[in-house]
């Protein structure tokens, strides 16, 4: 049977010693929380607060859809979920709330990695354990979450700029960055200038949307007229950028190289049809690993410090049959 007050004294001392905590890690609801408390539910249910940072792509509607489908009572979980739309100011109200309401663990992907200190404090002198999800952060806290799950977004930049180096290694680049000061922004663009930073001509934000990145992309058409190759940080950004470059007369894939992190469908779809060159997977279907970290964490079970989640890489050589197999 879960034990909330033996899990909590578990926890103590888990991670300890670390000053400054940030991981490697990577990207329209409502403001209200989507409580799931149906059949199965029980005192004896793990009570889940889960911040999602949003839905700003493919890629976290994926994300969101799958810790919706393993986090149920069925599994012994009673989730109250929140969406942020992608604003901090939403999500640390959200995890208040979740202090409120005396929740077991605490779960969520933040919007950026710092300005957390205050509320991170706050859940821990409440004895919630927190469980971090896809992002990271950059705290003064000592010990704010027990585990992290998540992708390893340098290693997605390294592999896209790996590719660059080896098929286009004259390209001038412009790199269309995610949200600003977001673990996937930070870290991919670590990642790909270890490798090509020389080569990039410009960058902009376009916010991990496919409307910002089309706006981008435009504004980066008439700057750098010389660029032939762009590395978005995310699909869905990547594909404004298509529509951008084919508004103004170029062949996406051709007179412009496109290189994307996610592996969604559409993304992938515009790889098979020779719009994208490249795209590096970020798997955002792992509810079902989140499912088992806060089982072990509740139970208070000792959890290594981060988990992986493993990504593959794709060029166009793809075919439906990958497509159509995939989740998401």
């Known amino acids: 049977m879960f034990n909330k007050s033996t899990a909590r004294v578990r926890l103590t001392g888990i991670l300890a010693g670390a000053a400054v905590l940030a991981l490697a890690a990577c990207s329209g609801g409502t403001d209200s929380a989507d409580s799931t408390d149906g059949a199965g539910g029980g005192s ?9 940072l949003g839905a700003e792509s493919g890629w976290r509607t994926a994300n969101t859809e799958s810790v919706k489908a393993n986090l149920t009572a069925e599994n012994g979980i009673d989730l ?16 208040r709330d979740f202090i409120d309401q005396d929740v077991d663990v605490i779960a969520f992907s933040p919007v950026i990695e710092t300005g957390w200190d205050e509320v991170l404090q706050e859940i821990k002198d409440a004895e919630i354990p927190v469980v971090l999800v896809d992002r990271t952060v950059d705290t003064t ?53 270890s490798v090509v930073e020389d080569q990039i001509v410009g960058e902009a934000t376009g916010n991990f949307t496919r409307a910002e990145g089309k706006a981008a992309t435009e504004a980066a058409l008439q700057a750098y007229p010389d660029m032939n190759l762009i590395f978005a940080h995310n699909d869905d950004m990547g594909l404004g ?16 190289q496109i290189v994307t992190v996610d592996g969604v469908h559409d993304g992938l779809t515009a790889l098979l049809e020779g719009k994208f060159n490249f795209v590096v997977e970020c798997n955002p279907a792992f509810g079902d690993q989140l499912l088992e970290l806060i089982k072990q964490v509740a139970a208070g079970e000792d959890v290594e410090k981060e988990t992986i989640v493993v990504d593959q890489a794709f ?14």
Do not use: H, Y
């Not at 109250?80 to 995890?95: H, S």
């Not at 660059?164 to 922004?185: C, H, R, Y």
């Not at 060029?315 to 998401?328: G, K, L, P, W």
């Open 241 to 256: 950028a298509i529509e951008a470059i084919e508004a103004a007369g170029k062949v996406p894939g051709k007179d412009i």
């Open 141 to 193: 806290v000592e010990d704010p979450f027990v585990t992290w799950i998540g992708a390893d977004f340098t290693a997605e930049g390294v592999t896209a700029g790996e590719w660059v180096a080896e098929n286009a290694p004259d390209a001038k680049i412009f790199e269309l960055q995610g949200t600003m000061g977001s673990g996937a922004q930070t870290n991919r663009q670590e990642g790909f200038r």
């Open 315 to 328: 060029d166009q050589t793809i075919t439906q049959e990958i497509i159509d197999a995939r989740s998401f």
């Open 44 to 52: 004896e249910n793990i009570r889940v607060g889960f911040s999602q």
């Open 80 to 95: 109250t979920f929140v969406d942020a739309q992608q604003k901090q100011e939403n999500q640390i109200k959200a995890l």
